[in-house]
């Protein structure tokens, strides 16, 4: 397997614009998280999906960010209007129930907001 | 206070010395994960326990729930090592709370 994907791998941008971050989690993987990092905050949760529904969504930090999951293999996180306070790097991770939730984390893509 | 506390923030060795990585935690947990990050910013998971003890080659990963503290171990370090080691929490669900991570580095 590829493990999981991620696209773009670096995305720069002007304050304002909109962004879409995509994910392809591993093949058989019921689960689907998006993770933030920052050097000020650390890795962060940010949503995380189980067989496509959002299950938690607490850590989104406002209305300009929002996440989909239209089929199992594929998974949207999108941010409109973007900040320069939204820079960071966003990770992609997959895990399967049957293999106790060992989460594969994508390469990740360095998102930088002018 | 963080949920997830790590130490040491920083730990620098030479090559060939037994390392050890603390983690503690205040809430009760599901199972505990130890991950890894190079400096390229991939992610890799190294052990996902809930009790006891994992071995992995020259990696070693303990729990105790008890006191709510976790341990990874590195005998025979490597420069290879040299990487940022995060610990994480599983409360509530599949939601992970991470550490600050640990950067080490181990020169040759």
């Known amino acids: 397997d590829a493990g999981v994907i991620q696209s773009p791998r670096h995305e720069v941008t002007e304050m304002g614009q909109e962004v879409t971050l995509r994910c392809k989690p591993i093949?058989?993987?019921?689960?689907l998280f998006w993770y933030r990092q920052t050097m000020m905050r650390g890795l962060e949760l940010l949503i995380y999906?189980?067989?496509?529904?959002?299950?938690?969504d607490s850590g989104m930090p406002e209305d300009r960010f929002s996440a989909k999951m239209p089929n199992a293999s594929f998974s949207t996180l999108k941010i409109q209007p973007s900040e320069p306070r939204d820079s960071a790097v966003y990770f992609c991770?997959?895990?399967?129930?049957?293999?106790?939730?060992?989460?594969?984390f994508g390469p990740g893509t360095r998102l930088t907001v002018l | 206070k963080n949920e997830v506390e790590q130490s040491p923030q920083n730990l620098t060795a030479q090559e060939g010395e037994f390392i050890t990585i603390n983690c503690s935690y205040s809430?009760?947990?599901?199972?505990l994960h130890w991950l890894q990050q190079h400096p390229g910013g991939g992610i890799v998971s190294l052990f996902m326990?809930?009790?006891g003890k994992k071995k992995h080659g020259r990696l070693i990963a303990t729990i105790n729930i008890q006191e709510k503290h976790s341990s990874l171990h590195i005998t025979a370090s490597h420069p290879r090592d040299s990487a940022v080691y995060i610990c994480?929490?599983?409360?509530?669900?599949?939601?992970?709370?991470f550490g600050e991570g640990t950067q080490l580095t181990v020169n040759p």
């Open positions: 991770a997959s895990s399967r129930l049957a293999t106790n939730n060992e989460q594969f």
């Open positions: 809430v009760g947990i599901s199972a």
């Open positions: 999906f189980n067989n496509n529904v959002p299950i938690d």
């Open positions: 994480a929490v599983q409360a509530s669900g599949s939601r992970l709370t």
């Open positions: 326990l809930s009790s």
């Open positions: 093949s058989g993987h019921d689960y």
